[in-house]
T-cell receptor, first 110, second 119 residues
Framework: AQRVTQPEKLLSVFKGAPVELKCNYS??????LFWYVQYSRQRLQLLLR??SRESIKGFTADLNKGETSFHLKKPFAQEEDSAMYYC????????????FGKGTTLSVSS | GAGVSQSPRYKVAKRGQDVALRCDPI?????LFWYQQALGQGPEFLTY????????KSGLPSDRFFAERPEGSVSTLKIQRTQQEDSAVYLC?????????????????FGSGTQLSVL
């Protein structure tokens, strides 16, 4: 069955510390994976997609097909990174069916 | 425009009551999606429209849930005879193109959601 797993409900780090938000997926097809972020009182928005291979706000994510993972990383966390992060998997090439993980709350304190 | 607009922002319903949730997508957006997000969970897909055509309703949890987009713009999600398990945030999202994933730099735009509480 298709599934996205985010094992950590909450991740607390200090400002300047490295961050890694874990995401594992289960999917028999060719995966299209995303990270979405929701800041306090804001809408859910796309952070990055694996196919773009880009870095947004210092975050990167590498697709590891062998480990079926798509972990989100940032070398030095900032307080403004505090938010809810969702990993998502598209079940088709059009993007018309996304499944989301349960989300991880990232809390960055000074 | 201001983005995807959803109303009402909050809705409290008594069990058994019918509710209607509205979504105004960004003008000109072809694709429209509804998601249900229960407390502590990620969004779960409900249904998808391409213009006025409902192409996928596989995520609707029961026949009490009905969605429409008659003119290919505004969409309404209707829940009949609400139950406590229907309590959730209902998110609407839209994209400009049919297959946003294939189009470079395209993405989904989400609304703020409607928080439904069934008592």
């Amino acid at each position: 069955a298709q599934r996205v797993t985010q094992p950590e409900k909450l991740l607390s780090v200090f400002k300047g510390a490295p961050v890694e938000l874990k995401c594992n997926y289960s999917y028999s097809g060719s995966p299209e994976l995303f990270w979405y972020v929701q800041y306090s009182r804001q809408r859910l928005q796309l952070l990055l997609r694996h196919i773009s291979r880009e870095s947004i706000k210092g975050f990167t994510a590498d697709l590891n097909k062998g480990e079926t993972s798509f972990h989100l990383k940032k070398p030095f966390a900032q307080e403004e990174d505090s938010a809810m992060y969702y990993c998502a998997l598209s079940l088709n090439q059009a993007g018309t069916a996304l499944i989301f993980g349960k989300g991880t709350t990232l809390s960055v304190s000074s | 425009g201001a983005g995807v607009s959803q109303s009402p922002r909050y809705k409290v319903a008594k069990r058994g009551q019918d509710v209607a949730l509205r979504c105004d997508p960004i003008s000109g957006h072809v694709s429209l999606f509804w998601y249900q997000q229960a407390l502590g969970q990620g969004p779960e897909f409900l249904t998808y429209f391409q213009n006025e055509a409902q192409l996928d309703k596989s995520g609707l949890p029961s026949d009490r849930f009905f969605a429409e987009r008659p003119e290919g713009s505004v969409s309404t999600l209707k829940i009949q005879r609400t139950q406590q398990e229907d309590s959730a945030v209902y998110l609407c999202a839209s994209s400009l193109v049919r297959s946003w994933l294939r189009a470079k730099d395209e993405k989904l735009f989400f609304g703020s959601g409607t928080q439904l509480s069934v008592l």
